[in-house]
């Protein structure tokens, strides 16, 4: 599904304007007309267009000349020159200063329609440039939060992943704060179709009512006082890639009932705006809070439950999946260290029973902040007690911390428990072989119950 | 797409001067049989001598839309014109509507050309004028144009794209036209 191109026709001449943007419009573009310069520009203050077509000769401002304030202002629209017959010099000053391409007037019905095609692929290359800038920006903040894990509870949620990825069906992520839901939703989208799209992810809970409602569905010039300038929301812009809502369980009831108008008929109005728009996204949404609990107490809407929960993927919390905090520690070491350009520090034993034992309360993100803080604080390349600084009360030495060995038949427990007690496949999930499994079994005197 | 005992919207297919009869009548029977619209081919109008730009030798589609243009609620019109078609910005047109509006028209002027300047067989011209008179009916009833491959609601600007597209509409085009149908026989006023 191509969206439209939003195209601005700036002629000096009433019938070519007019014959134009009509044309355009049959072709199923958006276009605005302005018949001069100055008009041109006060209306690209008000709105984004992606594609500008520029009579050359007109009085006051000419064609080169607002060809060269777009480009200076407004360097994301394209513009294309429209010039007479016979005035080779005209285009080619033109392409010099910046024009996409330049059309002969009258056009060649051929051309024109070869001509928009160009532009709506270009376009569409910029964009994905912008979203991929965008992604490594966010990847290098959150690069830390690589999934990483190999116990039973992630194995599944890998799984769950690989099995939604391949619909189109909404999904609803839900785990403690910190978990790592917003990763679990971009792991589907890289693994989905739509994984050339874009991701845009919102969280919910941070902001008022009118500034998400605005947020998700863009607002024209002028829908509330401070909208000076028309914006394309996030339902727009997660056109043919994912839309991702953190924090679902905390807009209000009028957002659900807009948001589940979205999804029923497919098309929305920006704030103050007439003209219904349309976006073609597939939705997942995260939440920490229990939904059906909100349901009961009136506070969440069981028609828009039922409608983002198709499939529903539940990030275990850290303190269940204790095998994977050592194996998270030395990659955010590891990661860290590389930032610092330091010789990634040692975990004593003291240290990793520490974060074998702690509650974890802020999940996988407390564990990333505490091992940055430590790297930055170690010294001699070793990581000891004291350079783990735990957001609750950390646990005291000699208490009931698990040790290495009882943490390790934990874990074996559990995989072979996962593995319906099937040496074979629980030993390739450890990475072990088989012998070595059966002998750690009969050690730990594990048996199947 | 019938709409049961609901009257069809009716279309007046109008020669504008001397004009190939056969290609008319095909027009209009094509109109009938693919869009379901009650389609006449009406007497000749004289050909649209106040459109033409002489420094072009051609006829300006617009001014022949505004004579054609009906009252609200009256049949619909295509005119047909043996002479070449442009508007102002184009070197030339093989049709031209108004989207949701009341009129089209269309050329058979360049709809007669072969491969390498030679004539088209007849039943090539016939098909072809087929073609452009039910995509520019399809604009007047409100239609866009479509991305669809082969689709007839494709923007052709040539014969060689016009030539590869179907007789007729892709699924989405269909449905979209079943609404917009029905769109103008609610506003038609009763016969
Ligand atoms: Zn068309
Ligand atoms: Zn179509």
Not at chain 1, 195 to 208: E, K, L, T
Not at chain 1, 309 to 330: G, K, M, T, W, Y
Not at chain 1, 358 to 369: A, C, D, I, M, Q
Not at chain 2, 95 to 106: K, N, P
């Amino acid at each position: 599904m191509s969206t439209p191109l939003q195209v601005l026709v700036v002629d000096d001449e009433l019938a070519m304007r007019e014959s134009i943007a009509a044309w355009l419009i049959q072709d199923g573009q958006q276009a605005a007309k302005a018949e001069g310069g100055r008009e041109a520009l006060a209306l690209m203050e008000q709105r984004e267009f992606d594609l500008a077509l520029v009579d050359i000769k007109m009085p006051g401002m000419d064609g080169i000349e607002l060809l060269r304030r777009i480009k200076e202002g407004h360097p994301d629209t394209l513009v294309i020159i429209i010039t007479a017959y016979g005035s080779i010099e005209s285009a080619v000053e033109a392409m010099k200063a910046g024009a996409s391409d330049y059309l002969l007037k009258p056009f060649d019905p051929e051309h024109l329609m070869l001509l928009l095609e160009k532009m709506g692929r270009q376009r569409r290359l910029m964009q994905e440039n912008q979203m991929l800038r965008q992604r490594l920006a966010e990847g290098q903040m959150a690069g830390f939060e690589d999934m990483i894990g190999s116990s039973p509870e992630m194995l599944k949620v890998f799984d769950q992943i690989e099995e939604v990825a391949a619909t189109e069906a909404p999904v609803l992520i839900v785990g403690e704060t910190g978990a790592g839901k917003e990763l679990v939703a971009r792991a589907i989208h890289n693994r989905s179709a739509r994984s050339f799209g874009p991701f845009v992810a919102i969280n919910c809970g941070a902001q008022s009512e009118s500034l998400l409602e605005s947020e998700l569905f863009g607002h024209e010039r002028g829908a509330f006082t401070g909208a000076v300038k028309a914006r394309r929301g996030r339902l727009e812009m997660a056109d043919g890639g994912t839309l991702f809502l953190d924090e679902v369980g905390e807009i209000s009831q009028k957002m659900q009932v807009a948001l589940l108008r979205v999804l029923e008929d497919g098309s929305f109005l920006r704030v103050g705006g007439g003209q219904p728009l349309t976006s073609d996204f597939r939705l997942i949404c995260a939440t920490h809070r229990n939904l059906p609990e909100l349901i009961a107490a009136g506070e969440f809407r069981q028609d828009f439950y039922y409608r983002i929960n198709v499939f529903s993927v539940s990030v275990p919390p850290l303190r269940q999946r204790r095998e994977d905090v050592i194996p998270l520690a030395e990659h955010f070491i590891a990661v860290f260290s590389q930032e610092a350009g330091k010789v990634p520090p040692e975990l004593k034993d003291t240290a990793r029973r520490a974060l074998i034992s702690y509650s974890w309360p802020g999940n996988v993100r407390e564990l990333r902040n505490i091992m940055e803080r430590a790297v930055i604080v170690s010294h001699g390349g070793i990581i000891g007690l004291e350079q783990l600084t735990f957001l609750e009360e950390g646990p005291k030495p000699g208490s009931t911390a698990m040790s290495l060995a009882e943490m390790e038949t934990e874990h074996i427990r559990r995989v072979l428990q996962a593995h319906g007690w099937n040496i074979t496949q629980a030993a390739a999930t450890l990475g072990i072989d088989r012998t070595t499994l059966g002998r750690k079994i009969k050690k730990a005197g594990l048996r199947s119950s | 797409m019938t709409a049961g005992g609901a009257p069809s919207p009716q279309v007046e297919v109008v020669p504008l001067g001397r004009v190939n009869s056969t290609a008319a009548q095909v027009v209009a029977a094509n109109l009938q049989a693919l869009l379901e619209l009650d389609a006449m081919v009406v007497g000749p109008w004289p050909e649209p001598a106040q459109a033409l730009v002489p420094a072009r030798g051609q006829y300006d589609a617009g001014i022949i839309l505004q004579d054609l243009a009906t009252p609200q609620g009256g049949a619909l019109r295509l005119g047909i014109l043996g002479k070449d078609l442009c508007v102002p910005f184009l070197t030339y047109v093989l049709g031209e509507s108004q989207l949701g509006g009341r009129a089209a028209v269309m050329s058979l002027h360049r709809l007669s050309e072969g491969e390498g300047g030679g004539r088209a067989p007849r039943h090539l011209m016939l098909e072809r004028a087929a073609k452009v008179g039910l995509h520019e009916i399809a604009h007047v009833m409100g239609l866009e144009h479509c991305r669809t491959a082969g689709c007839l609601m494709r923007f052709s600007a040539g014969l060689a794209t016009l030539d590869r597209l179907n007789m007729g509409f892709c699924p989405a085009c269909r449905r979209d036209l079943i609404h917009l149908k029905i769109q103008l026989i609610v506003k038609a006023p009763a016969r």
